[in-house]
C-alpha cells in the first residue's frame, strides 16, 4: 500500500513539474500593445515576477519563478524593456538575463544644429524639443575646453546614440559632448573655439567632401584681410537664434546687426552655426594653400563650387550660376 502510495505521489509529481515546465514555453498572448516595464537595480526575482504578472507579460508570476528555478545562476540585469504580445516566460527571461533594454537609435547627421537634433530627438516621443535646446543653451559641458563657448553648439559631435526613455536632455547632451572630446583629442588640435566655428561654417558650405579644405582656405584668407566672412548659413542660423527664420534668406536678414550675422560683422561668429563632423574638423584645421576669396555653386547637379580669386572672376561664376536652366538646382 505504501509503495503504491509513494508510486501515486510521484507520478504526480513528475506530472506537475512537467505542466510547470509546459508552461515555461508557452506563449502568452493578453491581446495588448506592447508593454514597458522598468526593472530597478536590486529588484529581486519575485519582485520582478510580480510585476511581469500584474503586466500581463506572464500568466502568472510562478511560471518566471519556474523558469527562474531552472536557470539559478543566472543574473538579472536591470533597466527598461520592452515586450510584445505572444513572448514565452523563457524568452521574457532570457531578454532580462541579456539586458536586451530598450532603445532607439538617433542619428545625428554632419551639419545639424541644435534646433535640428532638437527637432529629431522630439520625434522618439521621449524628450521634449525645448526641453533639449534648453539643455543644449547651457555651455557648462563644455566650459573646460571651450571657456568662450556660448552653447553646446559645435561640440554635440553628429554620430548616431542610443537614448532610452529614461534618457535625459543633459544626459543626451553628455554623450554628445563625449562624443566630440574623444573625435578632438584624436585630431591633437589648437584653439578649440576658433576651429570648431570655423569648421562649422564649412560644414553648411558644402557637402563635398574634397571641397571643404578650399573653403576653409577662403574663409581664412578673408579673415587674413579683414573681409566679411559672407557666409549665407550664419545668416540663417542669426535668425534662428532670433525666431524670425521664413525658409529663406531676405534682405532685412542681411541687414541684420545680430552678432551671427556674417555679413554685418567681420570675422568668426561668436561661436559656432552647426555641430561639423571629422572632414570639416580636419579642413579648419589644416585649410588647402589657396589664394581665392570668392565661391559660388556651379550650374550643374555636381553640388560642388566654383572658386575665385578675384572679384571679377567671381562675377561671372555668378552670373553663370543665375544663367543655369530651371531644372536643375
Known amino acids: 500500500m505504501l509503495k503504491r502510495l509513494i508510486l501515486v505521489v510521484f507520478l504526480l509529481l513528475l506530472i506537475g513539474v512537467g505542466w510547470a515546465g509546459y508552461q515555461c514555453f508557452q506563449p502568452y498572448r493578453a491581446a495588448r500593445q506592447p508593454v514597458f516595464i522598468d526593472i530597478e537595480h536590486g529588484s529581486s526575482s519575485r519582485e520582478i515576477a510580480a510585476e511581469l504578472e500584474r503586466q500581463r507579460v506572464v500568466r502568472a508570476d510562478w511560471i518566471f519563478l519556474a523558469v527562474r ?28 538575463r541579456r539586458g536586451d533594454i530598450y532603445y532607439q537609435d538617433l542619428t545625428v547627421p554632419e551639419g545639424s544644429n541644435i534646433f535640428d537634433i532638437a527637432a529629431l530627438v522630439e520625434g522618439l516621443g521621449s524628450i521634449k524639443a525645448d526641453e533639449f535646446l534648453r539643455a543644449a543653451g547651457d555651455p557648462e559641458l563644455i566650459r573646460d575646453l571651450d571657456s568662450n563657448a556660448p552653447s553646446l553648439e559645435g561640440y554635440l559631435f553628429p554620430s548616431t546614440y542610443r537614448v532610452t526613455r529614461r534618457t535625459t536632455s543633459k544626459q543626451l547632451c553628455h554623450m554628445m559632448t563625449a562624443e566630440f572630446r574623444k573625435r578632438w583629442h584624436e585630431l591633437d588640435g589648437k584653439d578649440v573655439h576658433r576651429t570648431t566655428t570655423l569648421a562649422s561654417l564649412v560644414e553648411k558650405e558644402t557637402g563635398v567632401a574634397e571641397e571643404r579644405p578650399v573653403v576653409a582656405s577662403v574663409f581664412e584668407n578673408r579673415l587674413r584681410v579683414n573681409m566679411p ?22 534682405k532685412s536678414d542681411l541687414a541684420s546687426q545680430h552678432p551671427y550675422n556674417t555679413y554685418a560683422h567681420a570675422g568668426l561668429p561668436p ?9 570639416s574638423l580636419k579642413a579648419a584645421l589644416h585649410p588647402a594653400d ?40
Open 229 to 250: 566672412l559672407q557666409c549665407d548659413p550664419s545668416t540663417v542660423y542669426a535668425a534662428l537664434l532670433e525666431n524670425r527664420y521664413r525658409g529663406t534668406i531676405y
Open 290 to 329: 589657396t589664394n581665392y576669396l570668392y565661391f559660388v555653386a556651379r550650374p550643374d547637379v555636381s553640388r560642388s563650387h566654383h572658386f575665385s580669386a578675384t572679384l571679377a572672376e567671381h562675377e561671372k561664376a555668378v552670373a553663370s550660376f543665375r544663367a543655369r536652366p530651371a531644372s536643375r538646382p
Open 69 to 96: 528555478a531552472l536557470r539559478p545562476h543566472a543574473t538579472l540585469q536591470a533597466g527598461e524593456y520592452q515586450f510584445a504580445d505572444g513572448l514565452t516566460p523563457w524568452e521574457v527571461f532570457e531578454k532580462i
Open 271 to 279: 561661436g559656432p552655426i552647426a555641430n561639423p563632423g571629422l572632414l
